[in-house]
T-cell receptor
Framework: EDQVTQSPEALRLQEGESSSLNCSYTVSGLRGLFWYRQDPGKGPEFLFTLYSAGEEKEKERLKATLTKKESFLHITAPKPEDSATYLCAVLGYGGSQGNLIFGKGTKLSVKP | DSGVTQTPKHLITATGQRVTLRCSPRSGDLSVYWYQQSLDQGLQFLIQYYNGEERAKGNILERFSAQQFPDLHSELNLSSLELGDSALYFC??????????????FGPGTRLTVL
C-alpha cells in the first residue's frame, strides 16, 4: 500500500533560521512526488513536482530534493510569510490513476 | 488563485440531510478530482472524473456520489449526512487524465458542518 509520512508534524523557526522538512514514502513505482503549501482554511497551492531520484527544484527560498525513499523541502532564510502547512503527496503506478496519496503535513511557523 | 472555483464556501446542515457541492475546473482542464480533508485523516482522495466519465475511485462512501457535466463542471452529492462527514471538501483539476506530469490544481474548498 502506498504511504507517505511527513516529519516533523510541526516546526517553529525564527526568521532567517534555515531548516528542512522530510517526506518519507513507500510506493509501487513512483510516477511523481508533489509538494503543496496550504494556508489555514484554503486549498493546497502547488509548489513542485519531482520525478526521479537526484532531481532538485527551487523556487525562491524553497528547494525540494528527491531520493529513492524520501524527499526534503529545504527552507533557506525563511520569512514569516512562509508560515503554512506543507503537504507532500505521491502518485504511484499501482492503485487508482490520479490518486494522490498525501501525508498529513508539516505545520511551519516562522516568527519575526 | 488556481483558477478552480468551488461553491458554496460554507455549508451548515443537519444530520440526515443531502447537500450538493459544485466545482468549476480551470479553463481547458478535463479532469476533476474530489478530496475530503478532516483534522485526523488529512487529505483523502474520493473520486476522479475525466471528460465526463468516472476515471478513478478512492475511499468514497456509498452515500456520496459525483458527476461531471458536458461543460466540465462537477458536482459532489452527499446524502444521509452524519456528524463525521463534517470536513473540508476540495475539488482539484488537471489538464489530462492524470499522471506524473499532470499537476492537480486545487480550489478554495467547501467547509461542510453537519449539526
Amino acid at each position: 500500500e502506498d504511504q507517505v509520512t511527513q516529519s516533523p508534524e510541526a516546526l517553529r523557526l525564527q526568521e532567517g533560521e534555515s531548516s528542512s522538512l522530510n517526506c518519507s514514502y513507500t510506493v509501487s513505482g513512483l510516477r511523481g512526488l508533489f509538494w503543496y503549501r496550504q494556508d489555514p482554511g484554503k486549498g493546497p497551492e502547488f509548489l513542485f513536482t519531482l520525478y526521479s531520484a537526484g532531481e532538485e527544484k527551487e523556487k525562491e527560498r524553497l528547494k525540494a530534493t528527491l531520493t529513492k525513499k524520501e524527499s526534503f523541502l529545504h527552507i533557506t532564510a525563511p520569512k514569516p510569510e512562509d508560515s503554512a502547512t506543507y503537504l507532500c503527496a505521491v502518485l504511484g503506478y499501482g492503485g487508482s490513476q490520479g490518486n494522490l496519496i498525501f501525508g498529513k503535513g508539516t505545520k511551519l511557523s516562522v516568527k519575526p | 488563485d488556481s483558477g478552480v472555483t468551488q461553491t458554496p464556501k460554507h455549508l451548515i446542515t443537519a444530520t440526515g440531510q443531502r447537500v450538493t457541492l459544485r466545482c468549476s475546473p480551470r479553463s481547458g482542464d478535463l479532469s476533476v478530482y474530489w478530496y475530503q480533508q478532516s483534522l485526523d485523516q488529512g487529505l483523502q482522495f474520493l473520486i476522479q472524473y475525466y471528460n465526463g466519465e468516472e476515471r478513478a475511485k478512492g475511499n468514497i462512501l456509498e452515500r456520496f456520489s459525483a458527476q461531471q457535466f458536458p461543460d466540465l463542471h462537477s458536482e459532489l452529492n452527499l446524502s444521509s449526512l452524519e456528524l463525521g462527514d463534517s470536513a473540508l471538501y476540495f475539488c482539484a483539476s488537471s489538464e489530462l487524465a492524470g499522471g506524473g506530469t499532470d499537476t492537480q490544481y486545487f480550489g478554495p474548498g467547501t467547509r461542510l458542518t453537519v449539526l
